[in-house]
């Protein structure tokens, strides 16, 4: 018997619904299938070796200095990144034109010792990769793959908002593309996305120089060991009128757990039907801004790094973020002579002079990735505000960081699945049990963080308050239910939690239930709220208060059971609990509070199975 990556690959588990198939009812206690798990695993968590395996194959590295016998990267393709740089006077021209400062700052960042070739990137060119262009370039890659024996796949997401594609690329030395041919390879899956804010586009171009890499470069024998989905524009509307925010005004960034966007909905559907293990987000981070405002100082860093950090993430998921992708980035970028720090932001209150880290809300892809038991992680390089400055340098920061991230999973390949395995088991496991987070928050610290002085380019050291996200404080917490369960108009939740991955049983028969419900206590008007203020974009939430009333509940047939012994049962803890910003009640997905109930003991219902 083989271990079950989720609940939802039980035979006993239904299928997804057709109109048309015809029903079985079989009895399925909520329990079973977290029992089967536990009968069925024999994978113990892994060891936590310092250092890889030796026998592990990693990427070449480009030569430093080539020589007859070195292989010689071809035009317009890119080796990973070199150790050598331009000389500190060697600065992008455009810095001067385009960035809020001057001389004395640019000098701060000399350009790489290597050029990346991308249509964006072309001298003298002024415009950033079209939407078109990206479709045309990763065209090109696949026509040019056969002969390398990578398998590549062009994917059609979406479309956009306004009606443009949301190109993606499968590559693969696997036997196919699809989602079952690569699971069955048993080789661990990489999801690579850019763009998700239109202003910031050194990741997107980034991914196309990795993506031709991959199929056609120095990183193609790292698909010997991993798979690779690169989405390097994921909102070509934004990126099309240089705005942050989709063409509806929505920072689709924030829209992970509601999905709301049709851009979000084409990643969520990616990533439940391909499992990645881990998430690159690739963004830019504004310079001046807030920052010279508030301090008179500039951004100082190269690149701001963060994994997942919400409630209920599971900790052995924190840890292989930590030891086996954070650290090893933070050493590949200093070997490249690019400075790192955590990410932070600031809010938009000019009063506020406290620097935040990735808010702890499970609506951005980095949290709500990391429910989905994947690694998540998100890497931004400086870039919001200063047009197409430093931009071989930006574009070379992030490439550093995700080629450390590739490498880091082909070396880990066997770990990282034997510790999703263990997550899954002890995340199904926990139903019926103890006490769970229903929201956490941020540790309130002091750090130093340095600076640039705008006027002369040195550095600055500032004393600030911190919001840290890397240690979360408990801020609500309840019993741990069994489940969940929704009433038949609970339509809504009931198709994006399905789109999420969350595994949802639709009631064949009337029966009883020993639940909480939810009493609603107060009540009032709101928006919700990220690290940087209101989020003015969204539409208004319900910011409810509610107490929990234990009774006995009628479950009639044609309603919903969602369970909690399954691999996602905290993205529907994050979804179903009211009294959240985030929850399907707060932001009328739900729309009343007796659609839905906590189920306090194991229930002995009747489930439709569709063949």
Same mark, same amino acid.
């Given at each position: 018997?083989?271990?079950?990556?989720?609940?939802?690959?039980?035979?006993?588990?239904?299928?997804?619904?057709?109109?048309?198939?015809?029903?079985?009812?079989?009895?399925?206690?909520?329990?079973?299938?977290?029992?089967?798990?536990?009968?069925?695993?024999?994978?113990?968590?892994?060891?936590?070796?310092?250092?890889?395996?030796?026998?592990?194959?990693? #990427?070449?590295?480009?030569?430093?200095?080539?020589?007859?016998?070195?292989?010689?990267?071809?035009?317009?393709?890119?080796? #990973?990144?070199?150790?050598?740089?331009?000389?500190?006077?060697?600065?992008?021209?455009?810095?001067?034109?385009? #960035?809020?400062?001057?001389?004395?700052?640019?000098?701060?960042?000399?350009?790489?010792?290597?050029?990346?070739?991308?249509?964006?990137?072309?001298?003298?060119?002024?415009? +950033?990769?079209?939407?078109?262009?990206?479709?045309?370039?990763?065209?090109?890659?696949?026509?040019?793959?056969?002969?390398?024996?990578?398998?590549?796949?062009?994917?059609?997401?979406?479309?956009?908002?306004?009606?443009?594609?949301?190109?993606?690329?499968?590559?693969?030395?696997?036997?196919?593309?699809?989602?079952?041919?690569?699971?069955?390879?048993?080789?661990?899956?990489?999801?690579?996305?850019?763009?998700?804010?239109?202003?910031?586009?050194?990741?997107?171009?980034?991914?196309?120089?990795?993506?031709?890499?991959?199929?056609?470069?120095?990183?193609?024998?790292?698909?010997?060991?991993?798979?690779?989905?690169?989405?390097?524009?994921?909102?070509?509307?934004?990126?099309?009128?240089?705005?942050?925010?989709?063409?509806?005004?929505?920072?689709?960034?924030?829209?992970?757990?509601?999905?709301?966007?049709?851009?979000?909905?084409?990643?969520?559907?990616?990533?439940?039907?391909?499992?990645?293990?881990?998430?690159?987000?690739?963004?830019? +981070?504004?310079?001046?801004?807030?920052?010279?405002?508030? +301090?008179?100082?500039?951004?100082?860093?190269?690149?701001?790094?963060?994994?997942?950090?919400t409630a209920n993430l599971p900790e052995f998921l924190v840890k292989a973020s930590k030891e086996w992708y954070h650290a090893p980035m933070v050493t590949a970028l200093q070997a490249q002579n690019l400075s790192t720090e955590w990410y932070f932001t600031t809010s938009m209150r000019? !009063?506020?002079?406290?620097?935040?880290?990735?808010?702890?809300?499970?609506?951005?892809?980095?949290?709500?990735?990391?429910?989905?038991?994947?690694?998540?992680?998100?890497?931004?390089?400086?870039?919001?505000?200063?047009?197409?400055?430093?931009?071989?340098?930006?574009?070379?920061?992030?490439?550093?960081?995700?080629?450390?991230?590739?490498?880091?999973?082909?070396?880990?390949?066997?770990?990282?699945?034997?510790?999703?395995? +263990?997550?899954?088991?002890?995340?199904?496991?926990?139903?019926?049990? !103890?006490?769970?987070?229903?929201?956490?928050?941020?540790?309130?610290?002091q750090r130093d963080i340095t600076m640039l002085d705008p006027d002369t380019g040195a550095d600055r050291v500032l004393r600030v308050d911190w919001n840290s996200s890397l240690a979360?404080?408990?801020?609500?917490?309840?019993?741990?239910?069994?489940?969940?369960?929704? /009433?038949?108009?609970?339509?809504?939740?009931?198709?994006?939690?399905?789109?999420?991955?969350?595994?949802?049983?639709?009631?064949?028969?009337?029966?009883?239930?020993?639940?909480?419900?939810?009493?609603?206590?107060? /009540?009032?008007?709101?928006?919700?709220?990220?690290?940087?203020?209101?989020?003015?974009?969204?539409?208004?939430?319900?910011?409810?208060?509610?107490?929990?009333?234990?009774?006995?509940?009628?479950?009639?047939?044609?309603?919903?059971?969602?369970?909690?012994?399954?691999?996602?049962?905290?993205?529907?803890?994050?979804?179903?609990?009211?009294?959240?910003?985030?929850?399907?009640?707060?932001?009328?997905?739900?729309?009343?509070?007796?659609? /839905?109930?906590?189920?306090?003991?194991?229930?002995?219902?009747?489930?439709?199975?569709?063949?």
């Open positions: 018997m083989t271990l079950l990556s989720h609940l939802g690959a039980s035979p006993l588990a239904p299928a997804p619904e057709s109109p048309r198939a015809p029903h079985r009812r079989w009895p399925v206690p909520a329990a079973l299938a977290a029992a089967l798990l536990a009968a069925c695993a024999s994978t113990p968590l892994p060891p936590w070796p310092a250092t890889p395996a030796a026998t592990v194959v990693q #990427a070449p590295r480009a030569p430093t200095a080539p020589g007859p016998a070195a292989e010689q990267p071809r035009p317009g393709v890119v080796t #990973a990144p070199v150790v050598t740089t331009l000389p500190q006077a060697s600065v992008d021209t455009a810095a001067q034109e385009s #960035a809020p400062y001057g001389p004395a700052v640019a000098a701060r960042f000399p350009d790489p010792g290597i050029r990346y070739d991308t249509p964006g990137l072309a001298p003298e060119r002024r415009a +950033f990769t079209t939407n078109a262009e990206i479709g045309q370039w990763l065209q090109r890659i696949a026509s040019g793959s056969a002969s390398t024996g990578t398998r590549t796949a062009l994917l059609a997401l979406g479309p956009s908002q306004r009606g443009n594609p949301i190109h993606a690329m499968v590559l693969t030395h696997a036997g196919g593309t699809s989602p079952d041919q690569l699971s069955a390879n048993q080789r661990p899956t990489v999801l690579l996305m850019g763009q998700q804010h239109g202003d910031e586009p050194a990741g997107s171009e980034a991914l196309l120089v990795v993506a031709k890499e991959l199929a056609q470069g120095l990183l193609e024998p790292l698909l010997e060991r991993i798979n690779v989905i690169v989405v390097p524009r994921a909102n070509p509307d934004g990126a099309e009128a240089s705005t942050r925010a989709t063409a509806n005004g929505m920072d689709m960034d924030r829209d992970h757990l509601l999905l709301n966007t049709p851009e979000a909905r084409a990643l969520a559907a990616l990533v439940r039907d391909y499992r990645p293990i881990l998430v690159i987000d690739a963004h830019e +981070f504004t310079v001046a801004g807030p920052y010279l405002e508030k +301090f008179h100082a500039l951004q100082r860093y190269d690149a701001l790094l963060q994994y997942a950090g000019p !009063d506020d002079l406290t620097l935040s880290m990735g808010g702890t809300q499970p609506d951005t892809a980095r949290n709500v990735n990391g429910l989905k038991n994947a690694v998540s992680l998100l890497v931004e390089t400086r870039g919001v505000g200063i047009g197409r400055a430093h931009i071989q340098r930006r574009v070379h920061t992030q490439i550093t960081a995700v080629t450390s991230a590739l490498r880091s999973t082909a070396e880990r390949a066997a770990n990282l699945e034997q510790v999703r395995s +263990f997550v899954v088991r002890d995340t199904s496991a926990q139903a019926c049990r !103890d006490q769970m987070v229903v929201e956490a928050g941020p540790t309130r610290e979360l404080r408990n801020l609500k917490s309840r019993p741990r239910p069994c489940g969940y369960w929704l /009433s038949a108009d609970a339509d809504a939740a009931i198709e994006r939690l399905r789109l999420l991955g969350v595994q949802v049983l639709r009631v064949a028969e009337p029966g009883g239930l020993l639940a909480d419900t939810y009493r609603e206590t107060s /009540s009032a008007r709101g928006v919700r709220e990220d690290v940087r203020g209101p989020m003015t974009e969204s539409a208004d939430i319900v910011r409810a208060q509610v107490a929990l009333v234990r009774s006995a509940i009628d479950v009639p047939a044609g309603s919903y059971y969602v369970p909690l012994n399954q691999a996602m049962a905290y993205l529907a803890v994050a979804a179903l609990e009211p009294d959240t910003q985030n929850s399907y009640f707060a932001n009328h997905v739900i729309e009343r509070l007796e659609h /839905s109930a906590r189920v306090m003991a194991t229930p002995s219902l009747v489930f439709e199975e569709t063949d």
